[in-house]
Every structure is written in C-alpha cells, then in structure tokens.
C-alpha cells in the first residue's frame, strides 16, 4: 500500500492511499470469487483503476476446510493507472484457517489481517494441519496489522430473527466481510444493495439476510472505529467514456460477435469444453442473435472440423480451446493451411505439460502455435495483452484470417481469461469494417490463382453457379488447385504459403514500446506479461535506469520494425511464463543474445520480481 | 437493370448424367468397384433436381474418399476419418446445401468412428455413401474393423483377432434414422437406395458392399454370385414379408427371446404360414426390429439389402435453425452497441 | 538359501475393504454420486481374492476419472477420452493384471467414443464402470452426449438439441459381451453388478448412474425416488420374467415387429397371463433382446437395471497370446541372428 | 557414369566403368519395382556398393499408360563407396510413352536410352499426351545412345509357344529388359533364374515364361552387341563380412526386434497404417515369435496410447507413423512426457503439410518433434542418416528411453524407408546390452524420486507388492509424485523434466565429421541428406575446397561437441528438405549465422545441386 497522508502531523480519519491490493480469501463455498467481484464493481464505479486475479482450485467443491479447497480473489485498485492484480496484498481478508495458512506468507509485512476467528475450530485447524492455533502466537500481531473478529457469530447474531437456518446464516458471512470493506474504503453502499436483490431475487429471504449481513458488517467498522481511520482512494484519470469491466474470456466472446458483424459475416463456433476457454463458449451460446452459432462438438477435432466445414461454405468459423485441444486440433489446422481457409483459433493457455495445473495460467504454447503441425505449414499468431485487449485481439485475428485466408492463432491464457480490468466501451461505428469478398465471377476462376499482393486465393461460397470446384489436403496445383504431386509445384506452393504468411508483417503497424528507443536494457515481452512489465520499466526508469520494454502483439510474423528496434540496446531480456520460447525465436530471427527470464510457476510475475531482473541488467545512471 | 428481365430463362434446362461428371479422370484401380458406385452416383443426381452448385460432396481420406474430384459439384476431401465434422460445420452453417459424404470402412468405422456415431445421433441432414470393401484399399491392404475375424493381411499375416463391427448395428445403435445397405454391382437397387438416401431429412447412412479387386478380391462374391444369391440375400421391401429364396419359400420368424429364425414358408408340415413371417417395416419407432435385421449375416441367414429403418426426426440443423429464429424472436436481432454496453456500466465524464 | 523357507507364510492373509482405500483424500463434492460408487467398489474389492498389486485402475478425465487416486491399488490417470487405448496396452501386454477402467458419460461417448467402440468389439478384458451423471462435471456443468434433449446447460442456455445416446444401445451396437447397468444409491445391487462385471471375460460394461449434486442435481430421481420406484424400475434377473410394479403386476410382452409393450399381468380381462410375459435371458447370442432392453426408458417402459447382456466370446489378450503361442510353434522361439541373416545374403570374404 | 576405359588406344569389348545410375520406369503394372529390386540384388551379390531409391505414385493402380500411373526405379551401383542413389541416370529403359515423357528429362546428356516402341502405340502416346511419336524426332539420336526395341513383340515372340495368354506374356516383358541390363552389366544369370523359380513356386507357367523372357533378352543384347561392348564395374572395396540388402523400414523394424532383445523387454508395437511407415508395422506382425506384440489400433491415438500402456506395464512400447499421425498422437506424447515412461516414437516423415505429398520424402516434421506439444514438454530427437543406420537410430532410442524413461523420437523419412543399401549384418553379440531394470523394493520408494546421474525415476511394473501408487498427467510432486498445483514445485518439475533430457547429451558420443575442423564452409546436415552431403563435400575437397561436413545424429539435445566445432568456419551451410529447421536451432542456440539451403520438392538432393551450393560458398584455394 503505498500510502501519503494527507496531513503528516495529526492522523486524520481518513487517509488517502494512492492505490492497495486486497485479497479475500476463504473456503471453495465461503463465496470469496462473488465478494472479489462485487468490491471490484464497487472499485470501479468509485472511479478507480483496477485489475483483479481470481485464484480457485481444480477441483469443483474440494471438502471444506482443506487446503487445496482454498479459493482467493485478489484485486488492485488506485487513483493511477494500475497495470497488474498487485505483487502482495496490502489487506488480507482470511475466512477460515487453511486460507489463512495458504495466503498469509503473501501479505506485505505490516499488512492488514483480518480473520474471521470463528471459523478457528479444532477441525478446521486440524484439516489445514494446525496443531495449535496460529492466531495464538504473539508474534503476528508484530509483523501485521491484526484483526480478529468472529465473523462467523456477529453474522449470526445479524440474522438471529431473520428465520433462516444456521447453515444458510452461515453461508452470508462474505457479505459481512464485504460490508466491512466498503466501510474501510468508503464504497458507496446504495448500489450494491440494490444488486444484493437483483442477484438474489428468487429467494427474497437470502436476498434479506445478505444485505443484514452486508449492513451489519458495514456497521461493525463504523461504530468499533477498528483503526480510528478509514482509508480514501482517489479517482483515477481515466479517460472520458462508458466503461465496464471484462475478464478476457468474456472480451473474446464479444470479440467474436463484433468481428462477424464487421466482416459481414455469420460466426459459427465449434468448441469443446475446457478449462480456462470454456467460457467463451458459455457466453457465445448466449449471442445466438447476433448471427452466432454456436456447436458444442465431441471432442477438439469436430470443434475444429465443424468451424472449417463453416468457414468453407461462407461463414467465420471459429474455435477456443486450451493446450491439450490444441495438440488435438494441429492436424486439421494443417488442413486449413492447404485449403487457405479463413479459422480463428483461440487458445487460452494453462499450465502444461499435459494435462499439467488446468486452473492456473502459462505461456508455453507459443512454440507449438509456431511449429505445431506436421510439414512446412505456417500460421500467423497474435497474442493478447491484457483482458480487454482480448477483444481487438480476435478481431484483428479474424480481419487477418479473411482477408488472407489463412487460420490464425490468438493466444491468450488464464490470467487474462479469468482477470478483469475496467473497459472504455468502443462504439461499433468506430472499428474498421473489413467485409469478406466472396467470387462470384466463374470467368478465369483458378481455385488457386492468388491476390498479388495478399497472395490470397479467392473465397467462393459453394452454391454460386460456376465455380464448382474440388479441393482437399494433397499438395495442388499452383493455379488450378487440382492434384499435383509435380516436384517444383510442391517447392513453389510451400514457398508460397510461407510468402503468403510473411507478407502479413504488413499488417503489424507501430511497435508497442515504453521508454527510449536506446538504453542499457530492452525488455522484450508478450501476452498478459504487458502489465507487470510496463509496471516495472515505469519504475525502474524513474529509478534512473536506461530500460526501455517492447511488447509484440504479432509473434508470427514478427513485426518488421523489431529487429532495427534491437539493435539500440546493450541487453536484451525476455520474460516470459515458459521455460523461454520466444528468446528462441528473436536469437534465431536477429542472431542477439537476448536472454530469458523464466517463471514456470502458474503464476503471472510480480511487478518486484521483474524490477529485480532489470536492476541486476541495467545500473542507475547518475546524471 | 429492369427486375422483370425476361431473357434469362427462369426454368434451368434438367441436368443430365453427364453434367455430373467432373474433368479429373478417376484414379482408381481397374475393376475397382468405386467406379459403379461413381456411376450410379452420377446417373441418380438429376433426379434430384438440384442444381450443381447447391451440391457438396465431402470425404476423408482412403480409395473412396477420392469420390468427391470426380462429381463436377462443389467437393472436400478433408483428412481421415474427419468428413462427419466438416459436413457437419457446412450443413449446420448452410442447410440450403445438399450435403453428400464419401467414406470408406476404415475412415469411417476405424479413425472416424466416433465422429460417425455423433453425426448419426444429431441426426445431421448429410448423406453418407459408406463404401465397405473390409479392407483399407489405399495404405495397400491392412485389415478394417469390417474385415471378418481370421483375415490374413498384411498386418495380420496370421489372421486377424479383432472381432469385426455390423456396420449397421454400429449405425443402429448410434440412433441412426435412416439406415440402408446395398451392393456396388446391382445397379438398379443402388440407384434406388441412392435415391432413398437422396431424400431423406436427417443423416441417411447406405452402406455399399464394395469389391477391391486387389487387396480384397471377391470378398461379397458369397452373396452376388449368382447362382447363390437368391438364397443368400433378403430384399427387404417395406410393407412385404421377409421371404427370399429362388422359390421365395425361405422366411423370417421372430422366436423366442426376440431371436430371428430361418424357417420354411408354406403350408405343409415342418413349414411356417405366411402369417407367421415378419412383414417387413421400415417406420417402426423402436430401433430393436431394425437392429435385429442389422444382425443377419450368413451363413446363418440371408444378408439383408434394402432400407432397414427409415424414421423422422428433425434434422440437427432445423432445429439449430429454430433455435437461433427463437432467441431473435424474444430477444430481438442483436444490437452489439448494446452488447457491448451490457451489464453494470459506468460514465467517465471529460473533465473540463 | 533353502527353497523350502517355512517363514514366509504361503497364504496371505484375506484383504480387506480398508486395504483398498489409498492414503489420498477425494476431491469430490459433497453428496457426489462418485463416494458411493468408490465405496461400493472398495467393498466388493476383496471379495474378487486378487492382491493389490496385481489390480490396476485406469481412467481418463473428469470428476470420475480422479477414481484411481483412491484405490490402494496401481492407478493410472491418463488423458481425455483415451483410458480404453492405454488399458488396452496393459491387458494385452500384462494378461496376468486385473484392469478396471473409470470413466464419464462425457470421458467416453464424447471424445472417447471411438475407443469405446473399439474395446468393445475386441473384447479386450477390462471391467469398465461408466458414471453417468448425464453432465459435464469438471468442466462444471456442459450438457454430455448422455443429455436429455433440451437441457439448459452453461453451453446451451436455450436448451440442448442434441438427441442424446443411450449408452447401453451404443454399447451394444459396438458388439459388447457383458452389459449392464446400476445406481449410485442402490447400495445392494450396485455391488452385485460389480461383482458380476469383475468375474466377466473380455469387457464388461456396467453403467452406474450417478447424481452430480452441483450442476445436474436429481437427475435419476424420477427412477430412484422411493414412491415411484418400483413402478419405474425393471429389476434383470436371469431367468424370470420382466415384471415389475409394487405389485409385481406389470410386464413386458413383445410385440409385433420386436416392439415390447407394457402390460398388465393377470389372467382378468385385458390382462395378460404370465406366460406370455418374455423371461430375461442374458446369455441370449444374438444381441437382438439385449438391444431391445436398452431402448426402454421411463415414462414409456420401466428403465431396466442388471445385466442386460452376458455373453461369451475369447477375451482379445487370450487371442493374441494364443496367436503368438502358435507362431513360436510352428517357428520355434525367434533367433535374431538368424532373422538379420534371413532373406539373401553374401559374403564379402576378407582381401589377404 | 563416371568411366574410365582400360585400354585408351582401342576400344574394348569390356569398358570398367566406376559407377551407374539406371533408371528403369514404365507404367505402374510394368513391374518395375521388381525389376528394379532384381538388378539390386544381381549388383550386391556382384559386390558393387549401390543405393537405391525407389519412385512410385500415390494411387494403387493408376490407370494404364497414364502419367500419374509412372513407376520408377533407380539404382546407383559402383566399385567405390556409393552414398546416393545418383543424381541422374546413366541408363534410362522406358517401358511405354509415359514413361519416356516423365523420366527422359533427367537422363544425363549423352546417356544410354533403351526404348520399349512396342508400347508407343497410338492410345499410348494420347493418354501421354503426344500428339506426334517423340521417337520420331532426329534430334533424340543425337542427344542420346537410343537403343529401340519392341521388347513388347519381342517378349512375345520368346512366348509363342508357351501356352500363355497374350495379357500374361505381355506382363513378362520387366523380365525381358532385365535380362538385358544383366547382359549389359554382365551379371551373374544363375541365381537369377533361381529367384524367378522361387519367386513364381506358385505358378510354373509364370516361371517358366519369365525365365524364357529373361533368357530373351539376355540373348538379344549378346547377339545384337548393341554397342560393340558391355561394361564392367568392379567390385568395391568392401569391409568384410556377411552383406545384405534393407530398406530403412525393414532395418527400423529389425531395429525393434533387437532393441527389446538388448533391452531384455518385450516388445510392444501399437500403430496404424500410414504411408510411408505401414511397411514397419507389416514387418514386425511377422515377428511374434521374437517376443513381439503388434496391434493395429482404429487410429494413431490409440496406437500411441496403448503403446504407453505397454511400456507402463513393463514393456518396450513403440509406435511408428508418418507426419499426419504424429500430429494426432501429440497430446499422449505429452502424457509419456509427464508419467516419464518409455516410449519409442518412429516418425517415418513425408511430403507435408496436410495429406500433402504421402508417397514423396521431407524432412519438415523436425520443428514439430521438438515443439509440437503443448506446454513445456521435451523430447530427446534422433535421426537416421542411411537406410541400414534406421536400424541402429532406432535400438539407442530404445536405450535412451528406458535409461531416462522418456519417450524419444526417431526420425526416418520416405526416402530412407523405401531406399535400400547393402548391409553389413551385425551379431547380436556386437550390440551392447541395456537390459531394463526394474524396482522391486518397496523400501523409500518416492514415484518421483531420481537417479542422481540420469534424472530418470524408478520404472515398477505393475504386479509388484509394496509398490502401488497413482500416476496421471496433472501436475505431480517431485518426490512423492502425488497431484500438486504448487507454484515451485511445478517451476522446478518443468526444469527437472529439461535437465533431464538436456543430460542427455553425455549420450551424444563424437561428432559425425567429413574432412578437417576448420575452413572456408561448414556443411550440416542431418537425417537422409548424409549420403548426397558426403559425396558432395568428397567431390569439393578433392577439388580443393576448404570445406567440411558433420552430420547430426542428435536433434535434441544437440551434440555438446558441436558448438566449439561451428567454430572453426567461415560460413555455414544447412542444406534441409524443408524450408528451414534446423538452421533456426543452430542459430538460436549458438548465434551463428547459419545459412540454409532449401529444397523441397518430396526429392533427396542431387550432389551436384549439393556442390553447386558449396562451391558458390568455398572458393577453390590454391596452394
Ligand atoms: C491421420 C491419418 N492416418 C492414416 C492415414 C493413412 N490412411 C489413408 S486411407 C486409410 C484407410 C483406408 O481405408 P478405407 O477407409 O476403408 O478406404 P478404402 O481405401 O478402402 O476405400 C489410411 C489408414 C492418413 N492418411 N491419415
Ligand atoms: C483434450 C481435453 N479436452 C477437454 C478437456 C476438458 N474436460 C475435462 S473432463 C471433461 C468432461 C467431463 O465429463 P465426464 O466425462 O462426464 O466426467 P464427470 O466430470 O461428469 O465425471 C472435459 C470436457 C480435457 N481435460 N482434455
Ligand atoms: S486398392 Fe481396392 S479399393 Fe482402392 S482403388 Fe484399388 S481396387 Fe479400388
Ligand atoms: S461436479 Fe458433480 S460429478 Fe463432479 S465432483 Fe462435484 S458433484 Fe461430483
Ligand atoms: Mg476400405
Ligand atoms: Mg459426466
């Protein structure tokens, strides 16, 4: 928490920070992802900017009270631009003892603690493996800012006459605990009580015992006054227009919707369920309005197959999955290579290798996207930097895809998925439209005579009369597209494919950087890296250090301007949640020594752990 | 541009065979039976009346898939055992299509099966030509979930042990609607399972027993011989009793336990009235009667050919039509300005 | 070291229920249908006499796949859909260990169909237990291909259109030779069905509905609700006729064109005698009175639970062995000496 | 043809020569794999060196005289150390118009054309294409030593009497230019006349009418002394001991035979049919009794999968297949990545992508093998460089697999696997054993837990008390090897799985080297380039060219000694049947700039397009 009193002599009731990292924690059931997102709501509509990690286990409802149950949701908010969810928490809100065990190691020394004692029963200490009670130990109330209040009973006592039995009292507690926040930073309580009914409206008598809750812990901070202050964020300077928050699995979703309206075109997914992408299915099924169809396949293959056989007869065919689907996916990707049909492939990446930590977020399928498919088969691929990015991210995907009839990549992965940020609202007249054009003339029809200068074959909808056709995945003749197994047409073609792919470098537009374009140290980045890097090049650069960062939204082909761009730099370092797969690439592209630096950890980098790597690489200079 | 121009005639001239026959020469290995099945194909599709380009073909991959080069329609040779999902994604997307598939035993019953018994069960309008010859002709001879338990092949040089899949009992119990069989060298009742197939709403499965002369030779020479055939084939018509038999005085009785019996029709002792024998029904609801027929296999009966079930159910991509007409009719054609301004929203004024 | 060691006691001492539980705790959720199944399995466990060791359980991926984690048995984990590819390799290599396979509706007719299919035509010898909970567990809460039609799901919130499968129906269209089916909460039977699936050659298939609480709660309950059980459950025994009601006074009779009715039983008016009622035969060869059972679904017929089918046909790994038994005989144990050396072969004498 | 005359003063009857090239082609039902084979053999047993390459079309049985119905079939044989199958003929024999169309253009200038005119009948010179008879034309006379025959009146003329068919003895006439070529080349005829004998045991009268075409044209060259003179090719100077031909696939399969042997292992095969790999799985089916399992499974993942299963169980688990089904089997690869069992991949690749070119050879699916999986997910990667080394490359993948337990790839191509060489046999008793070994003691066992050198963990056969535990393809503990989703652990699993394959380059042994450590150019090849590599680099150093080659049989991990070797050069050379794969990895791993010479056109280089290149890059140094 990084904090500034705004007058230094007598502490004030309420002191104005510039921005804290707050993470609730509890049991699978204690509703810790609903509190995370309603305070985030809240943060937003308070003006603030924000980003948020939601963290829950792999398992659907663990048992209550253990360890791998626990389930967090950590968010960031401050009156600056806020890149990241936050390195550690500021406040830590810990519902149950295995939560506290879990995320206590996490929370900034001289941190808020609360806990909610009442749920520090034999059992529960026992099922998070305490043998004594750690709230005992002297100790804690030195190294923290510690609260200890019986949420569990002062929610109780809140709903004794409310009529409703122990264990549905029980299940309000993260109400309580959300009051007592709003209380602390001073949230507008209006609004979310009207959306404690809205949510709640089929069972009114719930609805009523979580705003009970809700008021009473409000009340509680209010009258124990528990630190004698509250604390105050100011608004952010944001810019001007409607906003709302998106996590990025929802932003590709309506991504998706947008780029079929803008290319004229009806969408047609074909997915399989998988964690993290699943949800881009969930919220596309809702879209069915919007010239959307979407088809729950039998596995990866049909998904993808069903979005080419669309794509073939006219549609923009579309398919999400994440790494294992991907492996599935690669051999008719392949066929989509040959037959240079538009696809959007999504992939929401998650820790690997097989079926490796489904829940937690990686980068290591860049590689794959590259290299993935049998044969000399090259597919463009982008990568989204940050959840609402997530949205222009598939629609370029989708522009491209058209436009050059070819599959291509969008990566994403699960800390851009499930994260959330706040989103200016674009207005649909402001995105370029990029109508697809379908051949309809049968005169010198060449199934794969070619645009010059996209080297894309023409689109043809089956059913225009005329242009009749066959094609299919054997190697085809550079104009007439039937069947050739001629030894220098199959040399042209693959040439040809590749050209057709490089040629898209066109399309990659300015770099994405931050800092002079020379200096001691480029940090070289891509995917939902962005935030933590720009974070921490902001910081070291007002440290006086000579670091610069270039983020790539294009990683194939790379954007022309990169390589010119390198060489202003001493150092070159490239972080990156993989055991380094892009470092591979710019030392093969630029022969530099650029250098990786790894974290294989389901965990996106902390702001400090980045701001340490760059402080080793590039020295303060002394002006 | 007038809108009542009249020199373009509205009635197209009928197609002919021949407008269906495509410039690629056929590839395959003379004598192969592919070529009768191209040609019945190519002889049944102006009864249909549907334009060339309304027409797609799709196959995977194996001798027959190279089916589609060959039909001057809109064709796809997809990759192996893939055809079902890719048709899918055409009909789904585009039910103006009329949507044919070229499979081969091993595409659709070995790689494909699964996406075989997923069509069948959405009951997706395609029409799948199942060219069954129990062996994988283009990798030169292996052994298919078809070929009969003991096969030598090259993979199998002594003998196959995988009991082989019915493909219709497969089909059948995969919830197909429309379920055929018949046999590369009968012209006539190919045309007309073709042309059964042709018209049915919904995924129609005919399965063609299919001679390779190289790798397989004679393999249905059991039942096509023809001084055998009478006695080895059932003609299942709908509506008539399942007699066969040079004599038609062979018949079906259903015996205990729902088990079908071979017995002498007639009059006298030891034969069976006519009464007694099955009347064959395509329509029936329940699939068991249909899946009792997908059984027969000589020697110890007569092969069935004809239509072995034939029912309605609405076609997969009706109701994905349905359904998206249903969500516009409640909700409205969707505005994605209001999309995207859906749920809590909030205004950032300019600070002036 | 003498071989005639008396230390070591020869006989084992018998195992126990608690010798099955492994040292990890479930994942699963509160009143998930999966505590019962593995109970029940770790009850009936050492009833089969086989050591620990020589039992491996494999599974794909879902709620159900994490089964193995919790047998104090070997256990493999394996990947989506393919735990029949891999269980295979280990019965057809390892004849000597016991398989069992856990796996979803969604694990193995989804992705994993094919293999299904495919293990069960071989025959090959596993005891496959199938939890159907008619949903997406882990991925929490897509409609599976075991779905009724017009589910509202996560992915189909205007309901689901895809007719599903009955598992039993495409279980034996893929020609499987033990089949049958129990519940989750039938305690009793659900342990007799393992017992019996367990002493099964080849592959034994037993469908065990189970309730998943979280996102498809209640799903069997209109058969397992205790007031209307009895008359919405047709209880497979072998041997007796297909009644069932409180009374015991309805019954399946089969009609015209292998079509079963419900009737009531008795010899009043418009009731029908005993006799006439069919009388369940699981060893029946032909497949067709299996099938039959399998399409009866409430509120047309009562839904039938025990074993449909039980048959026998060599288990795939005996074929196998058997086939490489002879090759040793009629070749003799292979020399590889003599194999790089076969074919035509010469000699290139050293230059002196 | 490389000919040097005994005598220079008058012209001999017997001219040495040092080596041929033959291409025999005609139509898809002329035999002319068999003829081809025939004459293979004929030179082995005459003690040339030779390779051979085999060339015949997609369909089964195009139809007659047609282009794509061209089969072909070309030896290289000579008294010096043969590395490639020549890069073009000496001797053409076209059997029919087609034929003659397709393979006249790579008949060297001046080379010796045998023409069958009987075959350029009317409809024959149509479906070729020709609207006039080409043999018509003066021109070819003076290009060419034309040799017309009507082998096709001929053949039948030898058969008046025979009985036979006019169909049947027209089919005899592969038999008829054999006997020809074996009077050219002054073959041995007695064990020819045997082989004919064995070959038709079935159908006397077929032997019989082979036999008296064979003698046909045997007679035909002696009586007519078409040139005046026959040639002779002195037997090379061959290492001692007993020789036979293999083709790579047939090596692989022997390969896998012996590894479980050396292994003491069972073997089991899971696959499914794919050209060009099918010939692996049909080889091994016949070697069952060598302790050996096949199945054909209803696709490549479940071949792969039972595979694991096996090698779970305690066997040797291989799986072989061609680029296609090793795109579908990435996902299980991943999974024997995880549980880090053995696993023998063999990748017999061919023209890609898609279905691409399935008869022609590549080697593009080498990007895919080290990349192709989700997740951070290696793989150790080895590669054939000759037909008979297939059998080698794929026993020390089964070394490596179960010394490390992982899955290793082998990498073959289509070249290699129809291409056969003569083969130098082994005694079993020459190959190391690795015999496997498994835990039995259940003492500290950890499922996880490591052999310090190797990394490998304990393989446990099921069936073993004491011993149970769960594996699956989630994340795991180190030790224990039970789920875990935490963060460090998963850092330093991904790590460990790395180092663990990294170590294997202790494995690597020296470097594969032609020609001196230093000089103007560095050629590197890898996989069935090594023959048209060696030869080419013999040929530029002979004439004074500073350059060397090494050859990789390592891809992964690279050969330690390889990076202080780049060294020693001026520029290097990477020439690859791909668009580039392995220059990417030599340069990203070693920063140098690493050039690549691409061809791919589903064709082995030519030598001379080999020297071509290296004489553009190594100037002739004069001393
Ligand atoms: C992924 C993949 N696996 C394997 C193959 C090789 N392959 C091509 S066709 C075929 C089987 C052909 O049998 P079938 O489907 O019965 O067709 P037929 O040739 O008999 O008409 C196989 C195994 C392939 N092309 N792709
Ligand atoms: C290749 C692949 N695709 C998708 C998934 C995601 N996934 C995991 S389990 C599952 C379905 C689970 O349903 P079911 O088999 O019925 O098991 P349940 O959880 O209901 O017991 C899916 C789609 C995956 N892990 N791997
Ligand atoms: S191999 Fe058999 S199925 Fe294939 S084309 Fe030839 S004859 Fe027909
Ligand atoms: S989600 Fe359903 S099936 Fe999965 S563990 Fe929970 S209750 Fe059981
Ligand atoms: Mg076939
Ligand atoms: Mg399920």
């Not at chain 1, 699943?278 to 596995?299: C, G, K, P």
């Not at chain 1, 590259?370 to 522009?399: K, N, Q, W």
């Not at chain 2, 609405?314 to 300005?337: C, F, H, I, S, W």
Request: charged share 20%; hydrophobic share 35%; proline share 7%.
């Amino acid at each position: 928490m990084e904090q500034q009193t705004t007058q230094p002599s007598s502490p004030p009731p309420i002191q104005v920070v510039e921005s804290v990292v707050i993470r609730f924690c509890g049991d699978s059931g204690d509703g810790m992802q609903l509190t995370g997102t309603e305070f985030t709501r809240a943060s937003a509509l308070a003006l603030n900017d924000l980003a948020t990690l939601p963290d829950f286990p792999a398992e659907i409802r663990a048992p209550a009270g253990t360890l791998f149950g626990v389930s967090g949701y950590q968010i960031n908010f401050g009156s600056q631009d806020i890149y990241t969810p936050g390195d550690q928490p500021d406040v830590l809100v810990a519902m149950n003892p295995a939560a506290f065990k879990v995320n206590l190691p996490d929370l900034v020394p001289g941190g808020i603690l609360i806990v909610n004692t009442g749920a520090f029963t034999a059992k529960n200490l026992e099922l998070a493996g305490y043998p004594h009670n750690p709230l005992d130990e002297e100790s804690l109330g030195q190294r923290y800012r510690l609260v200890k209040i019986d949420i569990s009973k002062l929610t109780a006592l809140a709903l004794e006459d409310s009529g409703l039995g122990t264990k549905d009292a029980g299940r309000c507690k993260n109400f309580w605990a959300l009051g007592l926040m709003f209380w602390m930073y001073q949230r507008e309580t209006e609004r979310e009580l009207r959306s404690i009914q809205e949510k709640f409206a089929k069972k009114p008598e719930l609805a009523d015992a979580n705003i009970r809750a809700f008021k009473a812990g409000y009340s509680y901070g209010e009258n124990t006054e528990m630190f004698g202050q509250t604390f105050h964020v100011r608004p952010a300077k944001i810019a001007p227009g409607l906003y709302r928050n998106v996590t990025g699995n929802s932003a590709t979703a309506l991504g998706v919707v947008c780029a079929g309206q803008l290319a004229n075109l009806p969408v047609f997914f074909g997915g399989y369920p998988i964690t993290p992408a699943s949800d881009i299915l969930h919220e596309l099924s809702n879209y069915l309005n919007y010239n959307v169809t979407t088809f729950q396949a039998e596995d990866e293959i049909a998904g993808v197959g069903s979005a080419i056989g669309a794509s073939y007869s006219g549609s923009l065919g579309v398919t999400a999955t994440s790494g294992p689907g991907i492996s599935l996916k690669q051999e008719a990707i392949g066929l989509a290579v040959m037959l240079e049909l538009p696809l959007v492939i999504i992939n929401v990446q998650r820790g690997g290798p097989s079926t490796g930590l489904p829940t937690k977020t990686e980068q290591a399928d860049l590689l794959q996207a590259l290299y993935g498919r049998h044969g000399e088969c090259p597919v463009p691929v982008l990568a989204a930097m940050t959840p609402s990015d997530c949205f222009h991210t598939v629609i370029e995907a989708a522009r491209i895809a058209t436009k050059y009839m070819t599959p291509v990549f969008m990566l994403s992965d699960g800390y851009l998925a499930n994260g959330s940020e706040p989103w200016r609202v674009p207005e649909m007249s402001s995105l370029p439209k990029f109508p697809a054009a379908f051949r309809t003339d049968p005169d010198g029809y060449m199934v794969y005579g070619r645009d010059p200068e996209t080297l894309a074959r023409a689109w043809v909808r089956p059913g225009t009369p005329g242009l009749e056709h066959r094609i299919g995945g054997i190697e085809k003749h550079q104009q007439t597209g039937n069947i050739s197994y001629d030894a220098d047409n199959h040399h042209q073609m693959v040439k040809t494919r590749a050209a057709k792919v490089a040629g898209i470098a066109r399309e990659a537009g300015e770099l994405i950087t931050c800092g002079p374009p020379e200096g001691d140290l480029l940090v070289v980045g891509w995917g939902s890296t962005y935030g933590a890097i720009t974070q921490a090049v902001h910081t070291m650069q007002k440290e006086g250090r000579k670091v610069s960062s270039v983020h790539l939204r294009w990683l194939n082909p790379l954007n022309p301007r990169l390589g010119p761009y390198l060489k202003g730099f001493k150092r070159i370092l490239v972080p990156e949640m993989n055991n380094g797969q892009l470092v591979r690439i710019l030392r093969s592209e630029f022969l530099v020594d650029a250098e990786g630096l790894n974290k294989i950890q389901g965990k996106p980098f902390k702001v400090s752990e980045l701001c340490h790597a760059i402080a080793e690489r590039a020295p303060k200079v002394q002006n | 541009m007038s809108t009542t121009d009249n020199s373009t005639p509205l009635v197209k001239p009928a197609l002919s065979r021949k407008d269906f026959v495509s410039n690629q020469e056929p590839r395959w290995c003379p004598g192969c039976g592919d070529y009768s099945i191209l040609a019945q194909v190519q002889k049944v599709m102006p009864d249909f009346g549907i334009p060339r380009e309304k027409i797609v073909f799709v196959s995977g991959i194996g001798c027959s898939s190279r089916f589609p080069y060959y039909m001057n329609t809109y064709g796809f040779h997809t990759i192996h055992g893939r055809a079902p999902t890719i048709a899918t994604g055409i009909k789904v997307s585009r039910p103006d299509l009329t949507v044919w598939m070229a499979t081969g035993d091993g595409d659709s019953l070995a790689i494909g099966g699964n996406h075989l018994i997923h069509i069948l069960r959405r009951n997706v309008g395609i029409k799948i030509i199942l060219f069954n010859n129990r062996i994988y002709g283009l990798t030169k001879g292996q052994y298919s979930p078809t070929s009969e338990l003991g096969k030598k092949t090259k993979s199998t040089p002594g003998g196959s042990l995988d009991h082989p899949f019915s493909t219709l009992s497969v089909v059948i119990g995969a919830e197909g609607t429309f379920v055929a069989r018949s046999i590369d060298t009968e012209l006539q009742h190919l045309q007309a399972m073709l042309k059964r197939a042709g018209d049915h709403k919904g995924t129609a499965l005919l399965e063609v027993y299919q001679n390779c002369p190289v790798f397989n030779d004679d393999a249905f020479v059991y039942i096509t011989e023809k001084t055998n055939k009478a006695d080895r084939v059932l003609y299942l018509e709908h509506g008539k009793p399942l007699v066969f038999g040079k004599d038609k005085n062979k018949g079906i009785r259903i015996g205990k336990n729902f088990t079908p019996e071979v017995v002498e029709v007639g009059e006298g002792p030891g034969q069976v009235p006519l009464s007694e024998i099955a009347v064959h029904d395509e329509t029936v609801e329940n699939p068991s009667y249909a899946f009792m027929l997908s059984r027969m296999e000589w020697p110890e009966f007569p092969v069935p050919i004809g239509v072995l079930r034939n029912v309605i159910r609405p076609a997969y991509e009706e109701l994905v039509a349905a359904q998206k007409e249903r969500m516009v009719a409640t909700r409205g054609q969707g505005n994605v300005d209001k999309l995207l301004r859906s749920g809590e929203t909030w205004v950032i004024e300019p600070e002036n």
